[in-house]
């Protein structure tokens, strides 16, 4: 994959290349998708793979075989380890952490200790929050600034706090769900009073 790359302001010098990538950035993959941007002092290691319309902030490091998908936005100071994988439209707010073992040792380094990390489809992680390894957030939950998340999330779940729990669900554009239309006892309709959309929410067993 070709790339741009810029000048000491940070503005592309050819607008006709598949990717950009600030001069200080160092990128060893070969699989950055098209209209990405990767800022300064961020490291793109071999193997891993980022999709289209992403943009990399500041001193983010993405590790060897970890996964980006589409139009995903990495904040500033993130690491995005092995064994992470992230799908399209998430946003990761700065200086978000994620661990890749679960029980860490200088001395004792193992590819088996490795968990993978999923982070579905729309979600958001806030500033500073940590997401231990093994887990799922699903799709559109918010994870609230400085949350600590060390079990699964379900889709369109707020949470909140360290440990982090359940507040709540919102929306896909981000706001709490507070309108119920219709509670059957295995489901919950909720309309967002901000965008107007119907959210179904599954009760888990």
């Given at each position: 994959?070709?790339?741009?790359?810029?000048?000491?302001?940070?503005?592309?010098?050819?607008?006709?290349?598949?990717?950009?990538?600030?001069?200080?950035?160092?990128?060893?993959?070969?699989?950055?998708?098209?209209?990405?941007?990767?800022?300064?002092?961020?490291?793109?290691?071999?193997?891993?793979?980022?999709?289209?319309?992403?943009?990399?902030?500041?001193?983010?490091?993405?590790?060897?075989?970890?996964?980006v998908g589409d139009n995903v936005k990495i904040q500033n100071f993130v690491s995005v380890y092995k064994g992470?994988?992230?799908?399209?439209?998430?946003?990761?707010?700065?200086?978000?952490?994620?661990?890749?073992?679960?029980?860490?040792?200088?001395?004792?380094?193992?590819?088996?200790?490795?968990?993978?990390?999923?982070?579905?489809?729309?979600?958001?992680?806030?500033?500073?929050?940590?997401?231990?390894?093994?887990?799922?957030?699903?799709?559109?939950?918010?994870?609230?600034?400085?949350?600590?998340?060390?079990?699964?999330?379900?889709?369109?779940?707020?949470?909140?706090?360290?440990?982090?729990?359940?507040?709540?669900?919102?929306?896909?554009?981000?706001?709490?769900?507070?309108?119920?239309?219709?509670?059957?006892?295995?489901?919950?309709?909720?309309?967002?009073?901000?965008?107007?959309?119907?959210?179904?929410?599954?009760?888990?067993?």
């Amino acid at each position: 994959m070709t790339k741009s790359q810029g000048n000491s302001k940070g503005n592309s010098q050819d607008e006709s290349q598949a990717y950009y990538a600030h001069p200080t950035a160092i990128v060893e993959s070969e699989s950055i998708g098209e209209g990405t941007k990767i800022w300064h002092f961020a490291h793109v290691r071999p193997s891993s793979k980022i999709g289209k319309g992403c943009n990399i902030g500041k001193s983010v490091y993405i590790d060897i075989g970890a996964e980006v998908g589409d139009n995903v936005k990495i904040q500033n100071f993130v690491s995005v380890y092995k064994g992470v994988k992230i799908e399209d439209d998430v946003f990761v707010g700065p200086s978000a952490t994620f661990t890749n073992d679960l029980y860490p040792r200088a001395f004792i380094w193992d590819e088996e200790h490795v968990l993978a990390t999923r982070i579905c489809r729309g979600s958001s992680i806030g500033a500073n929050a940590t997401i231990v390894c093994g887990i799922t957030i699903g799709e559109y939950a918010m994870i609230g600034a400085g949350s600590v998340v060390a079990e699964d999330v379900p889709s369109h779940a707020l949470i909140l706090g360290n440990p982090g729990r359940q507040r709540g669900w919102v929306c896909r554009c981000g706001r709490r769900l507070n309108t119920i239309l219709h509670d059957d006892g295995s489901k919950t309709v909720y309309r967002c009073s901000s965008c107007g959309t119907d959210v179904e929410i599954v009760k888990r067993a």
